[in-house]
């Protein structure tokens, strides 16, 4: 079965492209209730040394609620001072966090993807909205953004539900 890419995906983005180095960057709140994975994606231009961009992944009950960690221990990396240049990924493993650096990364462009599955999440407790943050990395030489892509929709149906409050 041939389907197009928004019949499969709902994309939001999280944090529009912004100067990295004007104070803390809070992206919206995505909800994962009608979604199986959510696909953070972070793409920054070139920044300078001691300029490293750090992510960090929350969970809320509620749009806006009280937040807690939502660690990852994967995160897929291409960082050159060319993107264009650079054709695979780079698998990063790191101990369960919620958030990640690379002390390299603010003289690179950079583009990140963190995978989170809707089981990761407390369900238990009812948290099925997800943050991401960019902390501020000091100059506004650097730009950049998060756009999220959930994917594996509970149900399937040509518009796919909202993940936005």
Do not use: H
């Amino acid at each position: 079965m041939n389907k197009l890419f928004v019949e499969q995906f709902q994309v939001v983005p999280l944090i529009m492209p912004v100067a990295l180095g004007t104070g803390a960057n809070t992206g919206d709140f995505v909800n994962m209730r009608d979604y199986g994975r959510l696909t953070i994606l972070f793409l920054a231009g070139v920044g300078a040394a001691s300029q490293d961009p750090t992510i960090t992944v929350l969970q809320a009950a509620t749009n806006g609620g009280s937040t807690k960690a939502l660690n990852f221990t994967r995160i897929d990396v291409k960082q050159a001072s060319a993107l264009t240049a650079v054709g695979t990924f780079t698998t990063v493993s790191q101990s369960a966090a919620n958030t990640y650096t690379s002390d390299t990364s603010g003289e690179m462009q950079k583009l990140w993807i963190i995978d989170i599955k809707a089981e990761d999440l407390d369900v238990d407790n009812s948290y099925d909205w997800v943050q991401v943050t960019i902390a501020d990395v000091g100059t506004a030489s650097q730009i950049g953004t998060v756009i999220a892509f959930l994917g594996e929709p509970r149900y399937a149906k040509a518009t796919l539900p909202t993940a936005i409050a």
